[in-house]
Structure formats: C-alpha cells, structure tokens
Nanobody, 128 residues
C-alpha cells in the first residue's frame, strides 16, 4: 500500500524559508512521477513542482521558479520541497502525490498526470 506523509509546514514570515518533506512507503521511486501540489482556500489545486524519478526531469510552476527546489533522496524514499523567499500568496495546504509512469513525459506535463496516491497535506502559512 502506497503511503505518503508530509511534514515541515508551519508559519513563517514573508521572505523566510521552509523545507517540506514527503516520506513514501509501499513502493520505490523507480518509474514514478512525484509531485508537490498546493491548494489555498477558495482556489483550485495547483501543481507546484513535479519530478520524474527515472529521468530526473523536473517541472516548476512559474509562480515558484527560482524560489522553490524539489529534490529526492532515493535511499530514504523521501522527496523534499525547499521553499525560499516565501510570499503570502504561497500560503496553502501542500500535498505530495505519486503516480506510476513508464516512459518520457515533457516536463510541462509531469504535474498533469492522474496522480492516484496523495498524502494528508501540511499547512504552510506565510505572514506579511
């Protein structure tokens, strides 16, 4: 059974940093797309960053490019989202999700896959 557990959220002032972690169990990272998504109150869920575990290609939403970095530690079956220069508009519940995928997908489509397994989410609040 695939399980994803996010951690690392919290309250931070604008300009600050947080690192989110997503610990995965029940599968290994081979041939998976792992993604970070967020949803703010009253807004649609947004794909923040997604990575192809096999090919290493990565997608970042324009709103976070240059500020967020996604990485993975295959030995620990954990993915991270380093968030720097946080803005109040980054406030949301952040989720990690995975989908099994074999083959190459253009980076821009990584977050558009049909993700079947989701974590419970972690709240990130950025104060101005």
């Amino acid at each position: 059974e695939v399980q994803l557990v996010e951690s690392g959220g919290g309250l931070v002032q604008a300009g600050g940093s947080l690192r989110l972690s997503c610990a995965a169990s029940g599968f290994t990272f081979d041939n998976y797309v792992i993604g970070w998504f967020r949803q703010a109150p009253g807004k649609e869920r947004e794909g923040v960053s997604c990575i192809s575990s096999s090919l290493g290609s990565t997608y970042y939403a324009d709103s976070v490019k240059g500020r967020f970095t996604m990485s993975r530690d295959n030995a620990k079956n954990t993915v991270y989202l380093q968030m720097n220069s946080l803005k109040p508009e980054d406030t949301a519940v952040y989720y990690c999700a995975v989908v099994h995928l074999v083959g190459w997908v253009p980076p821009g489509y990584l977050c558009r896959q049909d993700f079947g397994s989701w974590g419970q989410g972690t709240q990130v609040t950025v104060s101005s």
